[in-house]
């Protein structure tokens, strides 16, 4: 498959993907999730998304693997289910199913990773922030340390945060859960 640019909205309103009961039940549960924590009441809903890489595999938070994001999935499952928060300032914050914040950490060699038990959107440089920025219908996560998030070859394998500049690996189709969790 060849990882080129599509028609179409920002967000895909998962027209072409269906979604699980196991994945709709994992949205539910996200959501219970994230509000349980301490200071989200004040905080605008986070929406329900899915990411795909231009390869068509969605992103997923591997929980045998410590949370360490993958584009590797055929279709969304319950690990696939992300929730995207907009932060009180620089971009957004992304959830797994869990609760455990996405973060591009320094320390792994700057891999996604669900691993952080909070978000630290505060600040402009946590590594639990990430800025959408838009590329026709995809977006490109660029992550604090001004690198882009890449799923390597278009996908397949693990996500990391190391690209200077967005090329057709590092775009995204952000697909709205939200509707069809119902």
Not at 85 to 107: P, T
Request: proline letters at 5%; one cysteine or more.
């Amino acid at each position: 498959m060849t990882c080129s640019a599509r028609e179409g909205s920002l967000v895909d309103p998962i027209t072409t993907t269906v979604l699980t009961t196991v994945a709709k039940e994992a949205v539910k549960r996200a959501f219970k999730t994230l509000l349980d924590q301490p200071g989200e009441e004040s905080r605008p809903p986070p929406t329900a998304v899915a990411l795909r890489c231009c390869g068509g595999q969605f992103l997923r938070a591997d929980p045998d693997r410590g949370g360490l994001i993958v584009a590797n999935q055929a279709e969304v499952g319950e690990w696939c289910v992300f929730l995207l928060r907009r932060s009180r300032g620089w971009g957004v914050n992304l959830a797994a199913r869990d609760g455990r914040w996405v973060s591009a950490d320094r320390n792994k060699g700057c891999l996604l990773v669900a691993d952080r038990a909070s978000a630290w959107s505060w600040s402009p440089w946590s590594w639990e922030l990430f800025q959408l920025e838009q590329h026709g219908d995809r977006v490109a996560l660029l992550a604090s340390h001004r690198r882009y998030a890449c799923a390597e070859g278009g996908g397949g394998g693990l996500v990391r945060a190391d690209r200077p500049a967005p090329a057709a690996w590092e775009l995204f189709t952000l697909v709205d859960l939200q509707g069809a969790a119902g």
